[in-house]
């Protein structure tokens, strides 16, 4: 197979993936020993592929193509969530396009066109996914709301509702007033943002007539970020031991605007150093109002109803939008005397994670899951290591969530969903049914009706890893691949969905869903902020993958995957992957010219191996314990960089370069050696690659395997390399270090003096340490370094006579004197060296500066005083080479 001239990723791609499905490598291989299983964090039907999702399933995929390369029996099961609110709202608003909404079409025809949307538009991202690579096993798609998901939704909740674990009764919900619909604690995010604390005067209601200034005489001055819910409060609370209301606890108020009369109760759960030491208490509107009013036993008045606006109850402000009646509120009680002041405030506002439309607080009747004893044993089985968190840093907020946990509310007021499966006949007979009943179970009742509301979204995803292996049968699929192997997901769903993972796990199959769950960070921009579209940061990786290729985004994710950190994402990272894979592809098809007539063999012994021989074998075994112990860890970044600096620095720019002599030479022998070690390099380079860059490394791979002794019909079934400890050779390692650091000194110097490449040069190489000078008396070290930097001569050793005039450089190990007469024009390199001088010594003044200034070192971050620091080390150090070469110039 011959390779194209220059690489192209759309080319290289096309053909793998469609023979990849069709030799059904996606699925378990039978004999495969042990298995490893991955289920897929479902994202939305309303999804397209994002840069979360790209990461998410990138992950995945090397996690599953390392463990299909060991020879397990490996799964990644796909599949798409019914996304409930969301995917609902999408279809609602093409009907609003239409002039209609769901109530105008009922529920059984509004389904209908859920599912039609569904049916055009659902898989999108599925698609989307096997463009990025993912090896998943498609045979095995699901949906949650597919009727193998859709029988282990209902079985669980009927065994969940006989225990006496699932329950209703009013509660304090948060409503989104835009979705119509209850949300779980975890389903609200908490934005910081600007607002006002309002002073509201409430008189006693035995104070008598206003004064002259019409403000009341005696009055409790109660503080309110939200003065809309006041015409609701039936108390206002202090605490008891706050001595400023101790006399006032069990007088009467007169609720300013309503003229209604309300006590002065006392209550712990005030807190006197907020406000004034006063708080309103709305039962029917606040969360800790709620639980103050069931201890006093206060009535609810309920001011805002499910729809946002005022009730009938708000008096003259029924019908009001909520903040138009804040408005109209804080002027009335201006008008009044009623408003002592208006102070700014930073407060934490709740949104609905789906609409961003602000949350309410309502008591409502809802479905509610019992939590505490699920929670205990899913908190249990992180202790004891049945579950292991990667990185280890969020067990303890994971536990803490759990050890604190409120029952779960689990009813959604919308129709897109899993239906409760309780039933009510015409007796007021309540039951649960896994299948539709034909009578009551109670009294034989026909007369039947179903629960209006669906199920929290999060309900059915709870059951995921259960469910798309078949449960509630026991299926072979269960038994072979449950427990699964890995969660990957990010931190965001850590309690939405993880957490209820592990107990529905724990409670219908007695053990953990996954052994592992592997915590990756959220992706953002390159100054660190998340991706959003009001930002117009977002980066398409779709886009990307089309203008670097799908193996440099890959490779580009995976290397910014940092255990514990965001990752800060830019063209420049796409950029150097893409130039990655342009590397490889130029080495393998040098070597692939350079095969003519070779034939498939053995690595040769020992004694036919030179020092670079040795030392790039050397490296590849420490290279395949790095990425093995690197990807076993969940530390893609780690394994990405080693591969990075094994190909890209040893392989290609020193041994490559090496090779080049024998393999244009005329020794046959010498040819062979590095034919056989450059097939064997490349061929264990791309299988430690491969699943980080499936497509290019299997592009190479066909293109090697006529030259290998051993071969597989695809890089995805290739044998993970194992390192061979008997090819370690530390000495090698040594050597060639020097070699490296030499070398790399000399053209660094060569380059900066503007020493013309075809020049050959002297170099000194003086005060050197002991084991530098017990190394450079090796033949093949002197040669490499004559050689790799066009020398004349190399000579070494403190005998060595400086030069008159000399050019000077340090390595680690020694410094490197290179005589300049002749080589340099004099006057022109003092005049350059001059020029860096006053540079180095203005930036070090500066530096200098910023780290005197007592506010830079109080208020920079740790990590930046230490990075100053550190630079200023390294200008000293420049500095002090630059004089030593204005010395040897003079």
């Known amino acids: 197979m011959e390779l194209d001239k220059t690489y192209n990723p759309e080319t290289a791609e096309a053909p793998w993936y469609a023979q990849w499905e069709q030799k059904a490598y996606f699925q378990p291989n039978p004999q495969g020993k042990g298995a490893y299983a991955i289920v897929i964090p479902p994202p939305n039907v309303t999804g397209s592929l994002h840069m979360g999702h790209a ?45 209609k909404t769901r109530f105008d079409l009922g529920r059984e025809k509004f389904l209908g066109r859920m599912w039609e949307w569904r049916r055009e538009s659902g898989d999108t991202i599925l698609m989307q996914l096997k463009r990025l690579g993912a090896s998943c096993d498609w045979s095995r798609t699901r949906f949650t709301m597919d009727e193998q998901c859709s029988r282990a939704v209902r079985q669980a909740f009927v065994t969940l509702f006989k225990k006496g674990l699932i329950y209703r009764g009013p509660r304090m919900v948060n409503w989104c007033p835009r979705c119509m619909t209850a949300l779980a604690d975890i389903e609200v995010e ?89 708080v309103k208490v709305t039962p029917a509107h606040d969360p800790t109002d709620f639980e103050i009013g069931e201890r006093h036993k206060l009535p609810h008045v309920v001011v805002i109803g499910f729809d946002g606006k005022m009730t009938a109850q708000a008096g003259a402000y029924a019908g009001l939008d909520r903040f138009e009646a804040r408005k109209k509120i804080i002027e009335d009680l201006e008008s009044q005397g009623l408003l002592e002041k208006t102070e700014d405030y930073r407060l934490s506002v709740a949104v609905c994670y789906r609409c961003q439309t602000i949350i309410e607080p309502l008591v409502s009747e809802q479905w509610f899951m019992t939590m505490k004893d699920l929670a205990a044993r899913a908190a249990e089985a992180t202790r004891d290591g049945r579950v292991k968190i990667f990185p280890s840093s969020w067990e303890k907020p994971y536990t803490n969530w759990l050890d604190n946990i409120r029952d779960w509310c689990i009813s959604r007021q919308i129709w897109w969903g899993h239906r409760i499966p309780v039933y009510t006949c015409d007796q007021k007979h309540v039951f649960a049914a896994v299948e539709t009943p034909s009578q009551c179970e109670t009294c034989g009742s026909k007369t039947l009706k179903q629960d209006d509301d669906v199920l929290d979204t999060w309900f059915s995803s709870a059951l995921w890893p259960i469910s798309v292996f078949g449960w509630p049968d026991e299926t072979q699929d269960l038994k072979t691949f449950y ?70 985004l890959r490779f580009s994710l995976a290397e910014s995957s940092i255990p514990g950190r965001d990752l800060h994402l830019a063209d420049d990272s796409f950029k150097k992957a893409r130039n990655f894979a342009n590397k490889l592809w130029n080495a393998s098809r040098f070597v692939l010219m350079n095969l003519e007539g070779f034939s498939p063999r053995s690595l040769p012994p020992a004694t036919k191996l030179g020092l670079a021989d040795r030392w790039i074998l050397h490296e590849l075994q420490s290279t395949i314990e790095r990425v093995s112990e690197s990807l076993s860890t969940y530390n893609p970044a780690d394994a990405s960089r080693a591969l990075y600096e094994f190909i890209w620095n040893s392989l290609c720019d020193w041994y490559l370069e090496i090779s080049k002599v024998a393999l244009t030479g005329s020794d046959k022998a010498a040819r062979e050696v590095k034919q056989t070690l450059l097939v064997h390099l490349l061929d ?73 490449p075809g020049l050959k040069i002297d170099c000194h ?126």
Not at 490 to 496: A, M, S
Not at 772 to 796: G, K, Y
Request: glycine letters at 6%; aromatic letters at 6%.
């Open 684 to 756: 264990q380079s791309l299988a430690l690659l491969h699943p980080v860059m499936p497509y290019e490394t299997e592009a190479l791979y066909q293109a090697f395997k006529p030259y290998l002794m051993t071969s597989v019909d695809s890089i995805m079934i290739h044998p993970w390399p194992r390192s061979d400890k008997a090819l370690l050779d530390q000495t090698a390692k040594d050597k060639m270090t020097l070699v490296q650091d030499v070398v790399t000194a000399i053209r660094t110097l060569r380059s900066e003096a503007v020493i013309p």
């Open 55 to 99: 990461l998410n399933n990138t992950l995945q995929d090397i996690l599953i193509r390392l463990h299909r390369m060991m020879g397990e029996k490996t799964v990644w099961v796909p599949g798409t969530d019914h996304g409930g609110i969301a995917t609902q709202n999408v279809v609602e608003k093409l009907l609003r396009a239409e002039k």
């Open 483 to 552: 427990p699964t192997s890995v969660l990957v997901t990010g931190h965001e769903i850590l309690y939405l969905w993880v957490a209820r993972m592990v107990m529905m796990g724990l409670e219908f199959r007695n053990d953990v869903p996954f052994r592992h769950v592997y915590i990756h960070g959220i992706v953002r921009d390159k100054q660190g902020k998340k991706m959003s579209k009001s930002l117009g940061n977002v980066i398409d990786p779709l886009e990307k993958m089309a203008q670097f290729g799908t193996d440099a």
């Open 765 to 890: 190489l003086r005060n050197l340490d002991s084991k530098t000078s017990e190394i450079i008396e090796d033949p093949d070290v002197h040669e490499f370094i004559c050689s790799l930097s066009r020398l004349n001569s190399l000579t070494a050793g403190i005998s060595t006579p400086l030069p008159t005039e000399y050019l000077f450089t340090v390595f680690n190990g020694g410094e490197i004197y290179v005589p300049s007469k002749g080589v340099v024009d004099k006057d022109k390199e003092k005049a350059r060296l001059l020029k860096n001088q006053g540079a180095l010594e203005q930036m070090l003044s500066r530096g200098k500066i910023a780290l005197e200034n007592p506010d830079f070192l109080k208020h920079a971050p740790p990590e930046e005083v230490e990075n100053r620091k550190q630079t200023l080390v390294q200008i000293q150090k420049k500095l002090q080479s630059l004089q030593r070469n204005l010395e040897g110039l003079s």
């Open 190 to 278: 908490h934005e910081e943002r600007a607002g006002h604390l309002w002073y509201i005067r409430y008189p006693f209601a035995e104070s008598g007539s206003p004064a002259a200034n019409g403000k009341p005489k005696m009055t409790i001055v109660v503080a309110t970020t939200r003065p809309e819910t006041m015409l609701g409060d039936t108390a206002v609370a202090v605490n008891p031991e706050d001595e400023r209301y101790k006399p006032y606890i069990g007088k009467t108020l007169k609720l300013p605007l309503m003229n209604r009369e309300i006590p002065v109760i006392a209550d712990d759960a005030v807190e006197s150093a907020f406000g004034t030491g006063a």
